[in-house]
């Protein structure tokens, strides 16, 4: 087999991948190159311990309300303080409107490549229209800046506060 059918027989996305790499430059393989050496095992040490902490924080966040209404001011506190720009990369008026009426909740979003402080904003209960069957409808979520994240993470007590 020859490499030109070899390279036929990959799926799409490995031969894109493969042709991708052929175009960067040596300083662009370099840096990548830096990038991946540098993940030793203190690397993977401090994620595991940013991963304990969000965990933590995920866990008190749910399970105590007071946690819940605490991280809730400290948005509400930093937005009035600072604006809600600097809270967020991208602020829709029902985010504005769910925050300035108190109707939201602070989550970790564990969904992405890495743990994250979000805000999810809470809709008005609606009707029940002779089912109990859930909606199916994603509830929506608003990830903070790092700096609101630190923030909030650091007012838990938590030894960390490193996001």
Same mark, same amino acid.
């Given at each position: 087999?020859? #490499? ?10 490995? %031969?894109? *991948?493969?042709?991708?790499?052929? +175009?960067?430059?040596?300083?662009? *393989? ?11 095992? !203190? *690397?993977?040490? %401090? ?10 924080? &995920? ?13 809730? !001011? ?15 990369? $991208?602020?829709? +008026? $029902? ?10 909740? #602070?989550? #970790? ?27 199916? &409808?994603?509830? !929506?979520?608003? $990830?903070? &800046? ?18």
């Amino acid at each position: 087999m020859s #490499v030109d059918s070899a390279f036929d027989s990959l799926p799409s996305r490995e %031969r894109r *991948y493969l042709e991708q790499l052929k +175009e960067r430059s040596p300083e662009e *393989y370099e840096r990548l190159r830096e990038k991946v050496r540098n993940r030793g095992p !203190e *690397y993977i040490e %401090r994620e595991l311990n940013r991963n304990a902490e969000f965990a933590e924080v &995920k866990l008190t966040l749910e399970t105590e309300p007071k946690a819940q209404e605490g991280a809730k !001011e400290a948005v509400k506190s930093f937005i009035s303080e600072k604006g809600i720009e600097s809270a967020f990369d $991208h602020a829709p +008026e $029902h985010l504005r409107d769910a925050i300035a009426r108190g109707k939201f909740e #602070v989550t #970790v979003d564990a969904a992405s490549s890495e743990p994250k402080l979000a805000v999810r904003p809470k809709q008005a209960p609606k009707e029940k229209k002779g089912t109990d069957a859930p909606s199916g &409808k994603v509830a !929506e979520i608003f $990830h903070l &800046k790092p700096v609101l994240q630190q923030q909030i993470v650091s007012s838990f007590g938590l030894k960390g506060g490193g996001v």
